[in-house]
Structures are given as structure tokens and as C-alpha cells.
């Protein structure tokens, strides 16, 4: 299989979309001007920069969408989103339903978050569980460049509001990603690593820290299974719930701050429905209630570490932790 | 699918601004009986609606928001269905799921209604994206108050439509107010038009209580914006004769400046008018006032006797 | 006691507050128009109508509150917030941090919600869990009119940007509220009624719905113990902890859609640090994942029902639960 | 406490350029060589800022964004403690919480700044409204770019402070780009003073390269503003040097037009210019160029010798 970057992944899903149907457009600020061989293939009417106004470009998106186009927008930075809320759920998420279901809004919108380029809080902060609790979107996340390029392209084909968040880092990071037309379904995890002993719950860039605390832990004699969550809205409740029946101990990584992100999600999901399987207290690993600093010192120290996930997972599987 | 209706006469227009004040007022009643939610009613503006709904064509979309019974009814949408929506029936425009403040008929072109001061703003840009991609001549008019051109998104959407060349009629209905707020309390101009030259295109004022005037410069900027597909801010200056939202006691309205825009109202004016000119008589407004009453009656029966949704209705519609 | 409606009690909040300190100034649409009473007492300057522009209301605040005034703000319906998270959640919540903590900003951000009103999806949508997600702010959503007066009036006095969300049908809704100052402090729980069965956690007008609820569950001999939140962050974590490990079943009861709701939050809170006093799964009963339907029908139907509630405690006393 | 610089003769503007010069072209070559973060600069544009701050007041407030580092040294800030922050150290202006894109220095009235486009036109109405109501006659000045001028919050934020009679002067830096779109994307207008009109407020525009004319130009509305409590939009037209961020190709740039704006650079203009009058001499200019470089050699020793934040400071700083 091909390797690729993940921002390799993601041209190739546009341009293999906007390829398959003259329906998809897409514009933002500096779109145009930063992904020139999409102007190159598909003209300057389809691909287009914006003036800097976030709320519009997300509003034409929608009244674009409600009538017949499948628009593609790039708000580049997640806090920029905030200037676009009340278009995605206002507008976007609710008038399908507000209008008994006259209108449907086939859009997807694009954001950079997470730690590790010390851009500080106005650029960096992580967003999704504000889209997960609003009902009529969905919010996708991927860890890797296959899921990069499979989940966006099914996101280009949905007939809602998607949410498709990109962890800054990951951009340059390599991946094999399949040939041909590859599609990964919207709304099932995947599994990363199989065990048994406790199942690590994350998605977006944890996941390789989890991998990374898996591996260690591995060392240590604990099989932990690391579920990968890649689409949080529709959230595979499946999945988590028979990996939490296999192994009775869950911890949930995420980087997002702890209160009401998905790890509380989560964590209720498996309290309710998994409850008569649990061996141990289910347990967040998350960054703090801060916004993300800028200093290299303290972004890296708001990230969760493998450390720390390894240390939690080893404190459930001993039933040692404090709450056991 | 029911056609747009087309309004060309004078006389036609009349009895369509008469039959938004009579459905209005019924709505009033109905509130203050008990028996609907209340509603905000376009009484006094009622040319706005009418003028520049007959100056568009059978493709042309139209965006509108809480205040919209008026477009609507221009346009050709049953009143019974507009009242089953208000009152929540499963035979309304939107099975009830919108009420009254947001309500979008499809098949006529009325998209996208917002309640969202501003929301038709955000959205029309896209219409006319989607229109201008996939071809054709149709245009887009967008219905929004003072207090929205108030609004961020009222900056971003005019400018961006004047960049990308986008077929949007911007209507400005400047009815004075702004809920419990003056307009001039809220900026120190006077017309919203004179905006446009910041974003480069061509803005202009025309007395909103005249629906002929109405009509007739709607009808050129359409014509324009056929040709150029440059955007155009159209201004109707009018009053809000009734409160934001019914029921309203108004206390914070000056009555002087109230009695002298009803002077001025736009079905008086055109009555008068017509009956000057002789193109009209007594018995003819008659004929037509007795013709409004019974649609509206039909509509109230209509939708008095519709059912309301099921509860299984509460999670539909929410994803495609 | 004197008794008042919740809109008296907010009324009597605000003009104690502005008599007492001359920074607190309030503005919004309509603002003047609507509290004739707070323009006599206390002059146009400090009460103020302002155009239609949430956005500019929200980071007038903002700047104001970092340079020594201190005010409220009405942006009337939560939707309409949604025009104003740039200046909420990137100024007023992350600018203290960002600054390393010159500026502080003693703001209040009111608006109403919730069901009842037939208002539609548009001017009725619970987003607290948004905030409550969001580091630099602190969420109120009291359920009683001394409540209202206790914590406007600590809101008012607080140093950072507080969200008080108001339930709109409470507005009409009588209550005792004690004479002279009354104070309550932000970040403590009430206990609304004391049980051992049971533990239901809400907050807001669902608080009404809960003790209802428990009213019936005593009727059939389970005691339920009713906790309001009041304060939503900060969260009264050791009130809902006492509780759960006291009774070992916790339902957490909210109007808002269910995904990363302050529900979740709850539960995986318990299922965490209460987990080994756990009889039963923890269950939350939310509004579902659809915007609110204006048709009366409807509204009616999203909001949770006391027999709802009733019949998930009756399950998790008598062991019946489907995942007990 | 540190006062703000006053800088009035033509040298100690001439001077302070240069030094906003020298500081940002080492930060690139800090940049380049990996031993700082990459940062906006303002090269070329060196006169918006001192010629605008050097008509304040010592009690008056500043806000600016991003592209913050000439209106920072204008102010008087130490040049070691805006590096230690871009350099995410625990000395910089913020702790290195904030890192280059929103340095705030309180002290010196330069506070709540922004990397949000358009944030420091959130925020400058409500500085404003405080120095309103605790009274006084100082005032605000708000620096944005062209492409701020394009958000909804720049609608806003001046209509209210028309409407409000706020103190502000808004300046916008016009300098032909929004990171990498040109600003004739953006925009039908050339001048974003032309949408003062449609605020009722006064708008102005100034050769943003010619440090002496945004001066005088800035001397005369704030003087006007303290007097009357109405803002004015004042535009600097001018360009932008250098690329949106370090590291930038510029291969979006258009090279001749580029050479065109470098050749008017503010600074060759001003030095030319005095040399010229005989006011300033080759030798004079040779003694600024060696004292603003140790001032920077001393603000990266400064920087490079600070302490890191400790991992505690994580989480203080969230609320008050
Ligand atoms: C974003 C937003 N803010 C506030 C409101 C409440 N509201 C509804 S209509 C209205 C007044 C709108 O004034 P204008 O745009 O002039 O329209 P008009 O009602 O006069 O037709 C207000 C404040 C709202 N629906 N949406
Ligand atoms: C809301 C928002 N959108 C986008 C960005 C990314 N961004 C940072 S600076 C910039 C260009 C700003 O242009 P302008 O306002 O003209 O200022 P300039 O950079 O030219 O000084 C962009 C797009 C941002 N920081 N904030
Ligand atoms: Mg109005
Ligand atoms: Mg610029």
C-alpha cells in the first residue's frame, strides 16, 4: 500500500470527490490560493478564497447546501469556528427539522485543533464535544492518514452536517493508506490493538499515545484493547460497550478538557449499559479545565501522557485504584 | 406542486395586501381568544411584501424570517397551511416542528426561514451560490429588518455577495423598530441604503407604504441583478403599525408618531388612491374584503380541524 | 417569607446589586426599554439598550469587565448566544489566561430556554453543557426564585464571565425568598429532598419534574433523594458523590439532548469516584438528540416526564434494570 | 511601574522603526535558524504604528492583534520580555501562556490582545464604554487589518461605538493582504475608510508609509475624539512586506508589485527624507542602527537566558 501524509490523504479525498460530483465546492479563506490543483482541475467557480468572515462562509454553505450544491469549507483554526456557530447550529443543524424536513444540508467543515504547535488557545482548542451534544451534526476525528482519506470522503457524500476535525499535528504524519476508491463508513470505531484485560477508549492524535501506553503496559503483562472512536458523532456504542463487557476496566484519553468532552460520554454509556460487566471505576484521562497555553513547557505538559494512562490502566487491573 | 402566484395589477395587489392584514389581524384574535400562539404580524408593511414578491419569477427563491406571513401570502402560500403551522398542526408548512417564526414552503421557493435575527442574511449567499453554479437567471430576494442590517452577518453577506458577484435582492423592510427598540436609537443614519457604497454596489430607498413605488423599482433592480449578477440593497421606509409580537401593549411607542404613519398605510393608500383614479369602486373593495374573510375562514377551519403531530414525530427529520 | 415570581426575584437581584456597587452596568436589546425601573433608579448610562448585534453586546462586556466595569449582559434566547461564543469563550473565558492573569473579567451573560413556550428550536436550545465544557466560565441554572436572587446576585459579584440560564416557564413561577441580603454562593448543590434509595441529580425547572417524581416513587416506598445543582460549574462534585455512595443508584435527570451532557458529566463523575458503592447502572433521562419542535404536541413529548422517571428508579431499586 | 514612551521629533520616530524593524527581522532569523517560533511581522508598516502611538496619551489604551510587535514597541515595551514570550518563556509580558500572538502589556495600556481576526474590535468598545463611565478623556485605540474590516464584528463594533458615543480610534492597517488572499478578493472598495459613511462617523485614509502624515493625522482625531466622544476610522494604506507568518515563500506574492511597495518602505522614506532636509546625518543613522541592535542583542540574551514556565502554571490563570 501507498504511504502518505495525512495532508496528502485529505487532497486526495477532495479531489477525488469534487472529481465524482460537480456538486461538491469548496472555499474558505486562502483555499484557493493554498490548494492550487483543485483550482487547476476543477476552475476557480468550484474552489475559492473568501474574504475573512467565518460566519458567511458557513452560511453559504448551508443555503448552498439546502439547494443543491455539497459545499467543502475550511475555517483553518477551531477557535474561528466560535464566529460560526449560530450558521452550523443555528441554520445548519436545525433547519431540516425546524422545516419538517424540506431541506437537507450536505456540508462538511474543516478545523485544525490540538496541542504541539504552541499556537495558544485562540488557535488551538479542542471543540467536538460542543458538535457531539448538538443534535443534526456529526463530528468526525481520524488518528491516521487511511481514516483521514476514507472518513472524509464518506463525509463529503453524507447528506448532513459534518464536523471533520484534524489534530494539527498529524498533518505531516505518514500513513499507508489503501489504492482506489477507498471509503470508511461514518460511525464505527475501529480497534487498534485487541485485548483483554482493559479497554482504552480515545480517538484523533491519543490514540497513538495510547498505542504507545499499550505497548507499555504490554511490558508490564496487561493486554489493554485500544479503541479508536474516529467518527464521535454517530458514536459506535457498540463497540465501546463489547470491548467494556470483555474486559470490565475502561479508560477514556482524550486531550479535550474533561468536563461534558466525549470521555464523559463515554464513560456514561458504559456506566448505564455495561454497568453489570465493570470490575473497575471507569476513569478520564483528559487535559485540564485550561485553555491550551502557548509555551512549548506547558502545552506539552496538557497533553495526557502514556505515563499516565499506563499507570491508570495498571491501578484497574490491579484493583488498586483509589475508587475500586 | 402549487405554482408562485404571479401579481401584476394593481387591483390583484390590493386584494393580496388585504388579505395579509385580514389574515394577520385574525391571527391577533386567535391569540387573544386563546386559541393560537402569538405570532408577529406585518401590519403596515404589507407593501414590501406584496411589491417586490410580484416583481420576482417562478424560479426565484425567497428568504425570509419571523415576520413572514406577508412574503408568504405573496408568494401564494395557503393560509390554512401557514395557520396549521402556527398552531402547531401536522398539516402546517413544516408539521409543526417550526410554529410560527420560522416557517418555509419549498415548492414556492420560500427557503430557509430563519428566526435568528439575520439568519436569511447568512443563508441567501448560498441560494445564490447554488443558483449561480447551476445555471439559469433566477435571483434571490432576502427579506430582513433594520435591526438585522444591525447584525455582523449583514456585513459579511453583502459584501461577499458583491465579490462573488451573487444574484441577491437585499430587501431592507426599515419598519422603525426593532422589537422594544428604536431604530434610531440603534444607528445614526437614516436609510440602510446608504451602506451599500461601502460594499461597492448599488443601494436605493424607496417608500415602503407605496406599493406600486415598491413594485416598480423591485422590478428594475431584478431586471439588473438578471443582467449583472451584481447584488442590490433595496430599502422599503416603513412603520411596524402593530407590537413586535402579539400581544404587545405598544406602551413604549410614541402614539403620535403611530397615528401619523397610519395615516400613511399601505392598503389606505392605494384604496384612495384607486378610487381617485377610478379604477376601483366601493363595491369592487367590498367584493374583495368579503373574498379575504372567507379564505381566512376557510384557513381557520382548516386548520382548527387539523391533528397535531404524533409523538413519534419528535425525533424524525433530524438527519437526512 | 415574602413570596415572589422568579422575575421579581431577578429584578430585586439586579437593582441590589447596581445600588450596591457602581461598576455593575447592564445592557442588551431592550434592556432600557424593558426595566424602566433600573434606568430611573440608576441613569441611562449604566442601562442600556443596544442595536441587534450579540456579538458587540458580548465583547462590550468583555472589554469592559477587564478595564473595571462590571456587566451583565441580556442576550435574550440561548440560540442567540450562538452569535456571540467568539466573545464569550476566545475573549471573556480564555483572554485572563492567555494575558497570564492581568485581566480578570467580572461578566454576567443572561438568557432563557428550555420548553414550554412553543418557541421552537430557534429560540429554545440548552447548551449549557457547552459551557459548562469550556474553561474560564462558570454556569448557573437555578430552579427556585430565592435561588434566582442568591445566584444572580453571586454571579454579579463574581470575578470571571458566569452564563445564568434561566428556564423560561420558571419566570411566572412563585417562590420564598428570605428578606434582606440573600446570598447564595456558586458551585454548591441543595439537596431538595433527602432519601436513601435512590439519588436523582437535575438542575432547572426539571428539579420540579424530579420531586414529583419523587413524590410518586414514595407512594410506592422508595425514597428518593433530589439533588438541584444550581450551579453547574463549578459542580458540586462532593454533594453528588455523597449521595450516590449514600443511596448506590443515581438517575441524573436534564432537559438537554443527552450526548456530553451535564448528565454525562454526572455519571462518569460516580462511575469514577463512587463506583464501589454502586448497587445499580447509572441512568440518565434527557431530552433526545432533535432540536425542540415548537407544535405543543411535541414539546410536550421532549421534555422528560416524572413517570419516566419513576419507572427507571422503580428498575434500579428493585435490581430489574435491563443492564443491572 | 514603566511610563509609555512619548515619541515626538521625526528621529525618535525615525529611530523607534528601526528598532521595530531590527526586532522582527531577528525573530525571523531566530525563526530560520530554529531557535524561536515563527511570528507575524509588521515590516513595512512600521509608521502605522509610531506615528498612531506616538499621538497617545500616556492614560490611553491600546488593543492590536497578531501583528502586534511594532505597536508594542511604540508603546515603550521591553523587547526582551516580547521575545521571552514568543520564546514561551516564564519572563515574557504573559507568563508564555500567550506566545507571539496576543502579547498584552497592562501596564503600559496595551491590553486584551487578540489573535481572533477581528477580537480587538470585540473589545475596544467596551474599553471604550470604561473610560466613558469612570470618566477622564482618554481614549482607545484599535488596531486591525483590512481583513478584520471584512468580519461582522467590525460592523458592529463601530456602529456601537457611533451610536454610544465611544471614545475609539480605529485604525486599520490596510496592508493589501489577509494572510494569503489579496485583499481585492475580498473587497469591490479600495478604501475601507469609505465605510465610515454608512456608520454616521468620520472616516480618513493616510499614506501608511509616511510615518509624519498618519502622525499629524492621528494627532488631529484623537484630539477631536477627546473632545467630542465619537470615533473615527482612520486607514493606513500600506503593504505587507514580508509573508503572513514566519516561514512564508511569498510565491503568492506578485514580485513587481512587492518591489513597487519596498521601494516607499517607511523607513528609507522618513531616513531620505531628513537627509534631505539636512536634518538628520549618515552618521546619525549609523549610531541609531547600532543602538537598536544591542538593544535587540540584549533582548535575546534576555530571552534565551529565561526560565521556561513550570509545569504548575498549567492551570493558575484560569480564574480569577
Ligand atoms: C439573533 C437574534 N437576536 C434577537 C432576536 C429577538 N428578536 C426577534 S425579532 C427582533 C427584532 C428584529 O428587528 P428587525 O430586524 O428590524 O425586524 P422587524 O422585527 O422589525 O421586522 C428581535 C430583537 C432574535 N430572534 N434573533
Ligand atoms: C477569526 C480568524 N480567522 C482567521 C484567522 C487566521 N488569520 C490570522 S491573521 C489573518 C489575516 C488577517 O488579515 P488582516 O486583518 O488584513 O491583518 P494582517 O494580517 O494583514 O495584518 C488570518 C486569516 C484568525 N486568526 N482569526
Ligand atoms: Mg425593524
Ligand atoms: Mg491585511
Redesign the pocket.
Known amino acids: 500500500m501507498p504511504q502518505m501524509i495525512v495532508n496528502q490523504a485529505i487532497a486526495e479525498a477532495l479531489a477525488e470527490e469534487m472529481r465524482r460530483d460537480s456538486r461538491v465546492v469548496m472555499f474558505g479563506e486562502g483555499v484557493a490560493t493554498k490548494r492550487q490543483e483543485l483550482v487547476a482541475e476543477f476552475g476557480k467557480a468550484r474552489v475559492r478564497n473568501t474574504p475573512l468572515a467565518e460566519a458567511i462562509i458557513a452560511g453559504t454553505a448551508a443555503g448552498a447546501a439546502a439547494t443543491g450544491l455539497r459545499p467543502i469549507i475550511d475555517l483553518l483554526f477551531e477557535p474561528f469556528i466560535c464566529y460560526a456557530m449560530?450558521q452550523i447550529v443555528n441554520s445548519a443543524a436545525k433547519l431540516r427539522y425546524i422545516s419538517g424536513g424540506q431541506f437537507s444540508f450536505p456540508m462538511v467543515v474543516m478545523a485544525l485543533t490540538g496541542c504541539g504547535w504552541t499556537v495558544g488557545a485562540q488557535h488551538n482548542h479542542n471543540l467536538e464535544s460542543w458538535f457531539v451534544h448538538t443534535p443534526g451534526l456529526k463530528v468526525v476525528m481520524p488518528s491516521t492518514a487511511d481514516d483521514f482519506k476514507g472518513l472524509l470522503k464518506s463525509a463529503i457524500r453524507d447528506d448532513n452536517p459534518v464536523l471533520f476535525f484534524t489534530d494539527m499535528v498529524l498533518g505531516y504524519q505518514a500513513g499507508e493508506v489503501p489504492e482506489g476508491e477507498h471509503l470508511v463508513p461514518l460511525g464505527s470505531a475501529r480497534i487498534r490493538r485487541p485485548g483483554t484485560d482493559v479497554t482504552i477508549v480515545s480517538y484523533a492524535k491519543m490514540v497513538h499515545t495510547c498505542l504507545q501506553a499499550a505497548e507499555e503496559l504490554a511490558a508490564k503483562g496487561i493486554s489493554a484493547e485500544v479503541i479508536d472512536l474516529r467518527t464521535l458523532k454517530p458514536l459506535d456504542e457498540s463497540a465501546i460497550l463489547a470491548s467494556a463487557r470483555k474486559t470490565g476496566r475502561v479508560v477514556v484519553v482524550h486531550e479535550a478538557s474533561r468536563m461534558c468532552g466525549v470521555g464523559a460520554e463515554v464513560a456514561a454509556i458504559v456506566a448505564e449499559q455495561a454497568f453489570a460487566s465493570l470490575k473497575a471505576p471507569v476513569v478520564r484521562v483528559t487535559g485540564p479545565d485550561a485553555p491550551p497555553p502557548s509555551s512549548y513547557a506547558l502545552e506539552q505538559a496538557f497533553m495526557p501522557q502514556p505515563a499516565r494512562i499506563v499507570a491508570v490502566a495498571q491501578e484497574l487491573a490491579s484493583g488498586e485504584h483509589p475508587h475500586a | 406542486m402549487p405554482e408562485p402566484d404571479t401579481l401584476t395589477s394593481p387591483s390583484a395587489m390590493l386584494e393580496r395586501m388585504m388579505l395579509i392584514r385580514a389574515f394577520e389581524e385574525n391571527n391577533c384574535a386567535l391569540q387573544a381568544a386563546g386559541s393560537a400562539p402569538g405570532t408577529?404580524t406585518?401590519v403596515g408593511?404589507e407593501a414590501a411584501a406584496v411589491g417586490v414578491v410580484a416583481a420576482l419569477g417562478p424560479n426565484d427563491l425567497i428568504l425570509t424570517?419571523?415576520?413572514s406571513s406577508g412574503h408568504l401570502l405573496a408568494r401564494g402560500a395557503d393560509p390554512g397551511r401557514i395557520l396549521a403551522e402556527i398552531m402547531g398542526r401536522s398539516t402546517g408548512y413544516c408539521k409543526g416542528k417550526s410554529g410560527s417564526l420560522h416557517v418555509s414552503v419549498k415548492e414556492l421557493g420560500v427557503i430557509l426561514t430563519s428566526?435568528?435575527?439575520?439568519g436569511e442574511l447568512s443563508l441567501a449567499t448560498g441560494a445564490a451560490l447554488s443558483l449561480s453554479l447551476l445555471g439559469g437567471d433566477a435571483v434571490v430576494a432576502c427579506f430582513?429588518?433594520?435591526?438585522?442590517?444591525c447584525?455582523g452577518i449583514f456585513h459579511e453577506s453583502v459584501n461577499l455577495a458583491a465579490v462573488w458577484n451573487l444574484p441577491v435582492l437585499y430587501v431592507c423592510?426599515?419598519?422603525q423598530?426593532?422589537?422594544f427598540?428604536r431604530?434610531d436609537e440603534t444607528m445614526l443614519i437614516d436609510q440602510i441604503s446608504s451602506r451599500a457604497a461601502g460594499y461597492g454596489i448599488e443601494g436605493l430607498t424607496v417608500d415602503g407604504n407605496d406599493v406600486q413605488a415598491v413594485h416598480q423599482a423591485a422590478s428594475r433592480a431584478i431586471r439588473k441583478i438578471r443582467q449583472t449578477r451584481k447584488p442590490i440593497l433595496l430599502e422599503t421606509y416603513t412603520y411596524?403599525q402593530r407590537g413586535?409580537y402579539e400581544p404587545d401593549d405598544q406602551n413604549y411607542v410614541d402614539p403620535k408618531e403611530l397615528a401619523a404613519w397610519v395615516a400613511k398605510d399601505p392598503i389606505g393608500h392605494l384604496k384612495n388612491k384607486m378610487l381617485g383614479e377610478g379604477t376601483i369602486s366601493a363595491a369592487d373593495i367590498d367584493a374583495m374584503q368579503k373574498r379575504v374573510h372567507a379564505t381566512v375562514a376557510k384557513a381557520v377551519e382548516f386548520a382548527q380541524n387539523s391533528p397535531f403531530p404524533d409523538a413519534a414525530e419528535l425525533t424524525t427529520d433530524v438527519y437526512a
Open positions: 449560530d | 408577529c406585518s408593511q424570517n419571523h415576520r428566526t435568528i435575527v439575520g430582513f429588518g433594520d435591526g438585522a442590517a447584525e423592510e426599515n419598519n423598530w426593532q422589537a427598540v431604530r411596524r413586535h
